[in-house]
């Protein structure tokens, strides 16, 4: 699949011809989880999940049986799990040392025969510079996209939810093509290892296999077989994007679409940090004069906010620091602001969390993926995405009714001083930032969180 080299070829990105009634689009993360679970238990020949991780909970459960009972009931079915190793094999942040969702796989897999593979992808020696962050499902023929992973919140299983976004494509081409990666790619390589089998090697034992791995994915691309008289630039189609590291080929593609836009560009972030390719792009749009809408989580709202009333733990500095930077952001475009040809949208429901992604660009172009457009996102992590053009606006409706239900529960953002200010925080976030601040820690922190 040939990578776009410049703006100006933007249009001959080969892509997959769609279908429009093929393209569905969730509103919900119930919807989601009822949908995968349907398609799950009508699995016919193949399921392949790729999640950040599958989390030892009572969502995280539901989904691993659905899949044992499916293999049970098919035992042909060809079922692998792909989450990130290092994720795994650790406990929740904040929470005491523990073996993890890996432990957990073990038991569950032994008790069944191990008969569904669930395998750790290390993608760096060390979690924090690197993770597997891979989206999407494939069940038979379709393809489920989401940036969410597979736990309580994500899935809404109980009280709380984390919004997301979700979409649905049925195109064999697509699922042929996102497998074949995980085969060739990800499941061949010698760093890649089952977690629910007993005596996981150590990640010291094999670092140098990491190493390599992590080279190979710098050059791995998906390869989706596309006949000449198939792909056209005035149709519908997908386009599945992958990279790893700096200047990677899904890094460019964010930067052309932007750079390409001429009318309007709305963006979702769950983590306010865009990179500096990223900010240069977003303020030569606004000299063109192209309408931009960004839709950021409330600080409130970001994943890692802890009440002031509870004990206080450093992770908990995160979305204030995201909040400095927004308002960074926000009052150096304050004229943009004021004329609403910036529009900055916060999100919030509740104590309900915010974790969408993803570009739409002139009404013609759609990027779903699970990169956050952050450095870490554009330097460290394994990220994709589907790039989705509708030329002849047959998803427009779609598209609209998608972003109308995210704006639902947005505030629109009139001045900078409507966010607070570093001196309006609790006591020690206020001291955390202004330690991080004196010793340029923020910076560091802002490239690797």
Not at 67 to 91: F, M, N, S
Not at 244 to 260: T, Y
Not at 332 to 345: C, D, N, P
Request: charged content about 20%; aromatic content about 8%; proline content about 4%.
């Amino acid at each position: 699949m040939r990578i776009l080299k410049s703006t100006s070829d933007f249009t001959h990105l080969t892509g997959i011809p769609l279908q429009p009634e093929s393209v569905r689009t969730l509103h919900t993360a119930i919807e989601y989880r009822r949908e995968l679970l349907s398609k799950i238990a009508s699995a016919k020949h193949r399921i392949y999940l790729c999640s950040l991780y599958l989390q030892n909970d009572e969502a995280g459960a539901e989904i691993l049986w659905a899949l044992y009972t499916a293999k049970a009931a098919r035992p042909a079915l060809d079922i692998a799990v792909l989450v990130d190793w290092h994720r795994a094999q650790r406990g929740l942040i904040g929470a005491g040392k523990s073996g993890g969702n890996a432990a957990w796989y073990q038991a569950i897999s032994k008790a069944n025969h191990y008969a569904v593979a669930l395998y750790g992808v290390p993608v760096q020696t060390r979690e924090l510079f690197g993770v597997l962050h891979l989206k999407g499902f494939v069940i038979d023929d379709e393809v489920i996209y989401s940036g969410a992973s597979l736990n309580n919140v994500y899935l809404h299983k109980q009280d709380k939810y984390r919004h997301d976004r979700y979409l649905l494509v049925h195109n064999k081409v697509l699922a042929n093509c996102m497998v074949q990666f995980i085969r060739e790619h990800l499941l061949s390589a010698a760093a890649v290892h089952r977690l629910d089998m007993p005596e996981i090697p150590a990640t010291r034992s094999i670092r140098s296999e990491i190493k390599q791995f992590r080279e190979k994915l710098k050059r791995a691309r998906y390869d989706c077989h596309v006949a000449d008289n198939e792909s056209g630039t005035q149709q519908l189609s997908v386009t599945p994007l992958v990279g790893v590291g700096k200047n990677n080929p899904l890094n460019k593609v964010i930067c052309q679409l932007l750079a390409a836009s001429r009318q309007q560009i709305s963006i979702c972030t769950p983590y306010f940090n865009f990179p500096l390719t990223v900010t240069r792009e977003i303020n030569r749009a606004l000299k063109r004069g192209v309408r931009i809408s960004i839709i950021v989580g409330d600080k409130t709202a970001n994943d890692f906010f802890i009440p002031p009333d509870q004990p206080f733990k450093a992770i908990a500095a995160l979305p204030y620091l995201y909040e400095v930077n927004l308002r960074r952001f926000a009052k150096a475009h304050q004229a943009a602001i004021a004329s609403q040809q910036l529009q900055l949208h916060l999100w919030k429901d509740a104590d309900n969390s915010f974790h969408l992604k993803g570009l739409w660009i002139d009404k013609h172009y759609a990027l779903m993926t699970g990169n956050n457009l952050n450095p870490r996102a554009f330097r460290l992590d394994l990220e994709n995405a589907l790039l989705i053009h509708d030329p002849q606006l047959l998803l427009l409706a779609q598209r609209q009714q998608e972003l109308n239900s995210i704006m639902e529960n947005t505030s629109q953002l009139l001045h900078y001083r409507e966010l607070e200010k570093l001196t309006d925080y609790p006591d020690p976030v206020r001291k955390l930032l202004s330690r991080l601040s004196r010793t340029r820690l923020d910076r560091l922190a802002y490239r690797v969180l």
